[in-house]
């Protein structure tokens, strides 16, 4: 053991060095820890009646400072508690706030926000603007200057008469700096000639969607325009469009190789031969008038000849009417640039931003290299896409002729239960309710081509179009029943939309589509422009009772006859005290967002594409 190791004694030492020695264990004084020699005297001093300082009473001083110090350590204990409380602790806690915050809701609240969880959920993540545009973070923040002016009269008019005016053709309307309404083509500085053709084809005052929708797309504006079918919206954006073109003209000729000048979208190829056709119309009324210069336009869809497009493009070019996919073919062989484009309009154009063709349209948005004015047209517009469109357009303009996705009150609807295997002989006995031309419509393209045989069976003139017969058929078909050579024409989907044919007098439905924005559609190819139609839809066991629901709803709303099978069929919304609100993602008043189809399609379709992408294609 070391010397420091060894355990420490206390001597005490003795007066004289020289008995030190002697001394040593006579004096030895074990040692004592400090704190028990503390206890010791305190219990002496307890003997001695000596209280401790705990014991004895204390000095009024004393005691606010000890009642001070316990309050203080009292807070630091709440403190210090606050800070180690769990997060079990405190997520209880918000689940008991929201609890008590939920019971306070209303049963339409809670529904509210369940769909809104759910949209923000299936939300587009990326703007509809061209990926240039989102990478730069270019955002333009007014709309496009337009020299066109209002005639004195307009402009001078109060607010509260352009309301009036929108009240009477019941018009509504959301925007800034909305321009006024217009009664008359002339006043709204149409030229005279196309004025005179549009007179001379019977279209002599514009419809409700034209006096609202032309002045604010003159005006540069970007639009959503939503009418019922049948309400003369392709005049609304092609007219702006004629009219730019014609400025752009007359400031400098357009030579080989410019242009064009805007662009219309369509998204089926039948829609864009339409579209392409009136336009060719009023430009050659222009041009023939001899006061206006002849305008170029071209039409870009798949299954037509390179050739025939290349042809036109051998001069300027002015307007563009278009399919997606043809066209980004057409930009990127560079056959013509967006390097002047200023106007784009899309028809049908909730199709065109939701199904399948929104990839499409913001590839196509990437050739545009300054800012365009951009119109978007329905007549069905869920408002999934309504906040969408409203997101990626400057300062848009909202139009709308009624509800967004409403039925045209123009077309007698009749609903009547047809067992499945009655269908065929009944649809005979409904082809005598009118004379032709009649369309039918069916979900399923077999079913399309065995309607037609057994038509043309028994002796009736029908022709049959659908996506998987050839461009020519197609053609063949649409043209022959356009010219009354035959009668009735049996379709799949493809023919519902935006399609313009002759007074149709009756639509069969021969199988109701499951989304009912294509039973709106379809039943809207008749009782066009003022006139009226019959539509007769059959249905029966196998149509799912949320369509038959959102069918309910719809005639409720347009005023129609619901057939007793209909209004047997209890709406579980009710039960719940949940009010009747449109599906924001397809507009149906009869259900929710939670149990759309068209939402469960979507995502089918967007799973499958995906399988696709991964497995490298099939
Ligand atoms: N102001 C008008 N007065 C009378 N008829 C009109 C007028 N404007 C357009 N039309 C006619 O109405 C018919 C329907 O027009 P259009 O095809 O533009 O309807 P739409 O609103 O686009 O319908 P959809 O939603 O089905 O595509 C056309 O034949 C057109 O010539």
Known sequence: MSEDERPKRRRI?????????????????????IAKRREEKLAKLQMWGVRSGKDRPKKPEEEAAEREDAVK??????????????????????????????????????????????????????????????????????????????????????????QAIREKYHILVDGDDVPPPIESFRDMKIPEPIVQFLRANKINSPTPIQLQGIPAAFSGRDIIGIAFTGSGKTLTFCIPLIMLALEEEAKMPFVQGEGPVGIILCPSREL????????????????????????????????????????????????????????????????????????????????????????????????????????????????????????????????????????????????????????????????????????????????VDDIQEYLLLKGIEAVAIHGSKTQEERQYAIKSFKSGAKDVMVASGVASKGLDFNDIQHVIIFSMPKEIEDYVHQIGRTGRSGKTGIATTFVNMNTPEQTLLDLKYLLMEAGQKVPPFLTSIDDPRQAQGLSVQGCPVCGGLGHGISNCPKLEETQRRTMAAHRTTDTGGY
């Open 272 to 447: 864009a031969s339409q579209t392409f056709d009136n336009i060719v119309t009023w430009c050659s009324a222009l041009a023939q008038s001899g006061k206006y210069p002849q305008l170029n336009c071209v039409l870009c869809i798949g299954g037509i000849s390179m050739n025939e497009q290349s042809r036109a493009l051998n001069k300027g070019l002015h307007i563009v009417v278009a399919t997606p996919g043809r066209l980004i073919d057409m930009l990127e062989k560079k056959r013509f640039t967006f390097n002047n484009c200023k106007y784009l309009c899309m028809d049908e154009a909730d199709r065109m931003i939701d199904l399948g063709f929104e990839d499409d349209v913001r590839n196509i948005m990437s050739f545009f290299k300054r800012q365009r004015q951009t119109l978007l047209f329905s007549a069905t517009m869920p408002k999934k896409i309504q906040d969408f469109a409203r997101e990626s357009l400057i300062k848009p303009i909202l139009v709308n002729v009624g509800r967004a996705g409403a039925a045209n009150l123009d077309v007698l609807q009749v609903v009547e239960y047809v067992k499945q295997e009655a269908k065929m002989v009944y649809l005979l006995e409904c082809l005598q309710k009118t004379p032709p031309p009649v369309i039918i419509f069916s979900e399923n393209k077999n079913e």
């Open 73 to 162: 350590e009292e807070e630091l204990l709440r403190e210090k508690s606050r800070k180690e409380r769990t997060l079990l602790l405190e997520a209880q806690q918000v689940h008991m706030k929201k609890a008590v915050e939920d019971s306070k809701k209303t049963a339409d609240q809670k529904a509210e926000e369940a769909d809104a969880e759910i949209l923000e959920a299936i939300k587009s993540r990326r703007k509809l603007a061209s990926d240039l545009e989102l990478a730069q973070g270019i955002r333009y923040s007014d709309p496009l200057e337009s020299s066109w002016r209002p005639p004195q009269f307009v402009r001078d008019r109060s607010d509260e008469k352009n």
């Open 13 to 33: 030492r003795s007066p004289s060095p020289a008995k030190q020695d002697d001394d040593d264990d006579e004096n030895y004084v074990p040692y004592i820890p």
